[in-house]
Structures are given as C-alpha cells and as structure tokens.
C-alpha cells in the first residue's frame, strides 16, 4: 500500500521543523507568549494526527515533509519521529535552553508547561527539564574548565 502523506499534515510537519529551527536561534527574543500559544496549538494538531498513524504513514509524512524543506528552508533539519510526536514537549526545552529567552516568554513557558505526550504534570515536567538542562550546562561548564587546565598545564612544561 503505497498513499500519499495528506498534504495539510506534510505542511504542519514542515512548519513544526521551522519552529523549532527557529526556537534555537537568537531571533526568539522578540517572541511573544501569544506565539507560543500558536504554535503550541500547532504541535498539538502535529501530535494528534501522527499518534494515530501507523510508523510506515509516519515516515511517509516525514519524507514528503523533508523534501518540502530542501525546497523552501534547506537549512532546516527535519526532527525525528519522536521528536514530532513529542513536539511541544521538545519546543518548551529548546525555548527554556536558549539563552536568548526573555523573561516573559520565560514565566509563560514555567507557567503552561503541560504536555498532550506526558503524564507528569506541568510543574513536574518543567522541574525535570530544568534540572537536566542544568546538569548538561555544569557538565559542559566542568569539562571546559578541564580542558583550559590542561591546555594551561601542558603549555607551562
């Protein structure tokens, strides 16, 4: 059975990618917590409709999302499957590790952290996420600190 990925679907898919493309540049600091709204409405109509298809029409989307990209915003990756079904979840984590937030996007995001994918609940969710992006930031901190120790060490012998 070969079908066609629905063309509405296709366009939310690449509109999602640019999102999120989008949600991990600078230019977030001019977003409004209105947009986030938007495009939380968006990620949830994304979610939906590929929770109820099966993987082979999942990855038929995708394919036909991914060509649409390389046409009009080549420079956009495609998120996975996962990421897609899990697509708010992971726009409010790109949003809340972008050093570019402002603060009422910030108190927006800590407000409205509930997912159609989680079964936590909101504060729980955004604690998780908060902890992890910390512990990954000090890991990042640490090792930079080790590097410029040795670099320093080895340039003094």
Same mark, same amino acid.
């Given at each position: %059975?070969?079908?066609e990925a629905p063309n509405s679907l296709v366009s939310? *898919? @690449?509109?999602? +990618? $640019? *999102? #999120?493309h989008? +949600? +991990?540049s600078p230019r977030i600091s001019s977003w409004?917590?209105?947009f986030i709204d938007t $495009? @939380?409405?968006? $990620? %949830?109509? *994304?979610?939906g409709e #590929? #929770? +109820?298809l099966s993987d082979e029409a999942i990855e038929r989307v995708r394919m036909a999302a991914k060509q649409q990209l390389q046409a009009t915003h080549p420079d956009v990756p495609l998120p996975s499957a996962e990421n897609l079904i899990d697509a708010q979840h992971v726009l409010y984590q790109t949003l809340i590790s972008n050093n570019h937030? /402002?603060?009422? #996007?910030? @108190?927006?995001l800590s407000q409205t952290y509930e997912f159609l @994918? /989680?079964?936590d609940d909101g504060p729980e969710n955004f604690l998780k996420d908060v902890v992890h992006m910390a512990q990954s930031a000090t890991t990042c901190a640490v090792l930079e600190e080790v590097n410029e120790l040795l670099a320093d060490d080895t340039h003094e012998k």
């Open positions: %059975m070969n079908e939310a *898919v @690449t509109r999602i +990618a $640019c *999102v #999120l989008e +949600a +991990a409004q917590p209105q $495009c @939380t409405a968006w $990620c %949830m109509i *994304v979610e #590929l #929770l +109820a937030i /402002s603060d009422a #996007l910030y @108190t927006h @994918t /989680s079964y």
